[in-house]
C-alpha cells in the first residue's frame, strides 16, 4: 500500500467536532450518513421501490422483500450510484483471542453482502496492540473465517499501514489538531470529565506546533518511557460525546510485534487507527456493531482533519459506517477478556473446548459452518439489543446433522443383555439403514449374537407409569433386529441390577404390538470408547446475573462436562476420522475428537435428541 506523507500545508481553521446542522443533506459517508440513509428506507415488512432504478437500468429487475436494514441501505447505495457501484466490506478481528460465535454473525454479515453484492471483503487484522497479540490468535481466525465459508479478497494487516498513519499524525500536529500530553492516564481520566461534567484542557494543550514535532519525532524513536507521554487530538474538552474529549491517538509501547518487530515503539490506539484502516482499504460500507455507534463522530473528525487543505486529488477517503445490534446468547459468556480468564484458569480445556462459545469450540464439539450460517440467516440483523435463546442455535444444527448425519448404535452406560435362547457363538449380521433422511446413503451391516449391551434407562425393576421399554415380563423390541422379552434379572451385592435375561421372539407374525424400541451393541464386537458429554458452561441464563460481591464465575455450572470412558459402540465406528460426525441412535448427535486413536475413539455429543420420555420424567419429579 502506497504511504501518503503530508506535504506540510499552512495551518488552516481548527475543525469543530461533528454537530447535527452541519450534516450534508445528501449521504456522504460522514457522521449521520448510515442514520440518513436508514430513515430514507421503508419498514423491514415493505417492499422496496425499484421503479427508478429500473428505470435508469442500474436496479433489480425484481422486488427484493424481507431485506435488513444494512442491505436495504447498500441496495440503495448502487440505485443512486453512490460510491460508483462498489461494494466492498471488511472484517478486522483483533488478534487477542479465538473468535466466537458472536463473530460468526458479523463475519457472515461481512462476507455474506459482499459475495451477494458482487463485492469484495477483507480479513484485516487489527493488530494495534502487540502486548496482547499472538500468532496462535492469527492462525485461528483465518482457520474459523475459512471454515465458515467465507472467501476473503485479501488478508491485511493494521500494521501494514502504521507508515501512513504515522504521517497522518505529523499532519494533524502540523495544523494544530495534535498535541503530545505529559499527563499520565489517571490525569487524562480525571480531566476528561464525567456525562454531567466537562473535561478540563490538559496544561500541555497549547504547546507549539514545533515542540510537538520534536516530541512525537523523539516518543518514535524511543526516547521516554512506557506511560510518560501521549499524543492527543485537540478536539473539544466539553462536547457531550466523551470521545471527542481530547482523545488519545499515540501512546508508547516499547514491545515486540508480530509483524512489525522492533521498528515501532509508539502504537496508535484503535479509534485513531479504525477509519483509517477502513480509508485505506477504500471500503464503502464499514459494518460496526452498535458501541462503536458514539465513537463514528470521532473517526470522521480524525478523516476531515486529515483532509482539510487537501487538494480534491489528495483527500482521503471516506468510508460509511453502520452500526449493528451484536450477537447475545443465553448460558452463553462473549466476552474475550472473560474467556480468556476460563483459559488461563484452567476451567476449560483451552479455547477450543467443546464447551466454550468459540468458532473452534463449536466445530470441534461437532457443529457444521452450515447450521451456524443458517442460524445467522434466521436471527437477522437489526439495530435492537436483544438475546437469543441458545436452544435456536442448537435447533439449526439439529436439522442440518439428521439430513446429513449418518445413524449409528451406541451405548453409553450399558447393561448386559443375555438372550438364553439364541445359540452360543452364533453371530448374524443384520441389515441397518444409514440414514432415513437419505435413501442414497443405503445400508450397513451390524453383528447380532447372543449377548449384548442396552442403555440402562432402558430397563426398570419396578417400572414408572407410561414407560414402555424393558421391564420384567414386559416385551420390546430390538433395533432392526427382534422382540426380545424380560424374564430374569441378577443383582450384585449392593441390589443393583447388572445383568438381565431375555428371550428372543420372532418378527411379530401374530400382529401383535410393542410400544418400545431400544437399541443396542452386541458384546462380542463392541467398540470401547470414551464419550464426552457437555452442557452449558453457565447454569444461568444470564451468566452475569450474580448475587452482590459474587463475580460472573459463581454461574459455572459443575456439571457441564461429564466424561463416560467406557461406551460401547457397534464395530463400523473403530476407526473414525477427527470430525467425524454421527446420530448415535435416540442418543444426539455426536462428532468424533481429535483425541481418537486407532481402535480407541473419543466422541463429543454436539447436541441431543428431543426425548419424550425425559419430559414425562421430569413431570413425574414434579
Not at 202 to 219: G, H, I, T
Not at 333 to 357: A, C, F, I, Y
Not at 581 to 586: D, G
Request: charge should be neutral.
Amino acid at each position: 500500500m502506497k504511504t501518503e506523507r503530508a506535504d506540510n500545508p499552512k495551518r488552516p481553521t481548527r475543525i469543530p467536532p461533528p454537530k447535527m446542522a452541519d450534516l450534508p443533506s445528501t449521504p456522504d459517508g460522514t457522521a449521520e450518513a448510515t442514520k440518513t440513509n436508514l430513515e430514507a428506507q421503508p419498514h423491514p415488512s415493505k417492499k422496496i421501490d425499484t421503479s427508478a432504478a429500473q428505470q435508469s437500468g442500474q436496479g433489480p429487475k425484481d422486488e427484493r422483500e424481507g431485506l435488513d436494514f444494512v442491505r436495504r441501505i447498500v441496495e440503495e447505495d448502487l440505485r443512486t450510484g453512490k460510491w460508483g457501484g462498489r461494494v466492498a466490506t471488511r472484517f478486522p478481528p483483533e488478534p487477542n483471542g479465538y473468535l466466537h460465535i458472536g463473530h460468526a454473525k458479523s463475519i457472515n454479515l461481512n462476507f455474506g453482502i459482499a459475495e451477494e453484492y458482487g463485492g469484495v471483503c477483507n480479513l484485516r487484522y487489527d493488530d494495534t496492540n502487540p502486548s496482547k497479540e499472538e500468532e496462535e490468535y492469527v492462525k485461528s481466525i483465518e482457520a474459523d473465517v475459512r471454515w465458515l465459508g467465507a472467501k476473503p479478497n485479501t488478508v491485511v494487516w493494521a500494521s501494514d499501514y502504521f507508515d501512513t498513519m504515522y504521517q497522518y499524525a505529523i499532519e494533524l500536529i502540523k495544523k494544530g489538531l495534535a498535541y503530545v500530553d505529559d499527563l499520565t492516564a489517571d490525569q487524562i481520566r480525571e480531566y476528561r470529565g464525567t456525562l454531567t461534567r466537562p473535561g478540563r484542557e490538559s496544561p500541555y494543550r497549547d504547546r507549539s506546533v514545533a515542540e510537538n514535532l520534536d516530541l512525537f519525532e523523539r516518543m518514535r524513536k524511543g526516547e521516554f518511557p512506557d506511560g510518560s507521554k501521549v499524543l492527543r487530538a485537540k478536539i473539544d474538552m466539553a462536547s457531550k460525546n466523551l470521545n471527542l474529549r481530547d482523545p488519545v491517538m499515540y501512546r508508547i509501547l516499547h514491545e515486540s510485534h508480530h509483524n512489525t518487530g522492533e521498528r515501532w515503539c509508539v502504537y496508535p490506539m484503535y479509534d485513531w487507527a479504525h477509519g483509517f484502516e477502513d480509508s485505506i482499504e477504500k471500503i464503502t460500507h464499514s459494518i460496526c456493531t452498535l458501541e462503536f455507534e458514539n465513537h463514528r463522530p470521532l473517526y470522521d473528525w480524525f478523516i476531515d482533519a486529515v483532509n482539510q487543505g487537501r487538494p480534491a486529488d489528495r483527500k482521503i477517503w471516506h468510508p460509511q459506517q453502520i452500526e449493528f445490534a451484536r450477537l447475545s446468547l443465553t448460558y452463553t459468556m462473549l466476552s474475550k477478556r472473560k474467556l480468556l480468564q476460563l483459559v488461563n484458569e484452567g476451567t476449560v480445556n483451552g479455547w477450543d473446548d467443546p464447551r466454550m462459545p468459540t468458532i473452534s469450540g463449536f466445530r470441534r464439539r461437532g457443529y457444521t459452518p452450515e447450521s451456524i450460517r443458517a442460524f445467522s440467516k434466521h436471527i437477522g440483523v437489526n439495530k435492537m439489543n436483544s438475546t437469543v435463546e441458545v436452544g435456536v442455535l442448537e435447533n439449526f444444527l439439529r436439522e442440518d446433522l439428521n439430513r446429513r448425519g449418518a445413524r449409528r448404535m451406541a451405548v453409553l452406560r450399558p447393561l448386559k443383555v443375555i438372550i438364553t435362547n439364541y445359540p452360543q457363538g452364533q453371530v448374524e449380521q443384520l441389515d441397518a439403514v444409514n440414514n432415513p433422511e437419505d435413501p442414497a446413503a443405503g445400508t450397513r451391516k451390524v453383528p447380532f449374537s447372543r449377548v449384548m449391551y442396552i442403555e440402562q434407562d432402558d430397563f426398570r425393576e419396578t417400572p414408572p407409569p407410561k414407560y414402555f421399554r424393558l421391564f420384567p415380563g414386559n416385551e420390546a423390541r430390538l433395533r432392526y433386529a427382534y422382540y426380545v422379552k424380560c424374564t430374569n434379572l441378577i443383582k450384585d451385592g449392593t441390589g443393583n441390577v447388572t445383568e438381565i435375561h431375555c428371550t428372543r421372539g420372532g418378527d411379530s407374525p401374530d400382529g401383535r404390538k410393542v410400544k418400545s424400541t431400544i437399541h443396542w451393541v452386541a458384546a462380542d464386537s463392541a467398540v470401547d470408547a470414551e464419550v464426552r458429554l457437555y452442557e452449558h458452561l453457565f447454569s444461568k441464563p444470564d451468566p452475569e446475573d450474580v448475587p452482590e460481591g459474587q463475580d460472573w464465575r459463581a454461574n459455572l455450572n459443575p456439571k457441564s462436562l461429564e466424561v463416560i470412558p467406557h461406551a460401547k459402540l457397534e464395530p463400523s465406528l473403530k476407526s473414525v476420522s477427527a470430525g467425524e460426525k454421527f446420530q448415535f441412535e435416540r442418543l444426539g448427535y455426536f462428532a468424533a475428537d481429535p483425541d481418537s486413536k486407532p481402535g480407541r475413539p473419543v466422541f463429543n455429543r454436539a447436541v441431543s435428541l428431543k426425548d419424550t420420555w425425559a419430559k414425562e420424567a421430569q413431570k413425574g419429579q414434579k
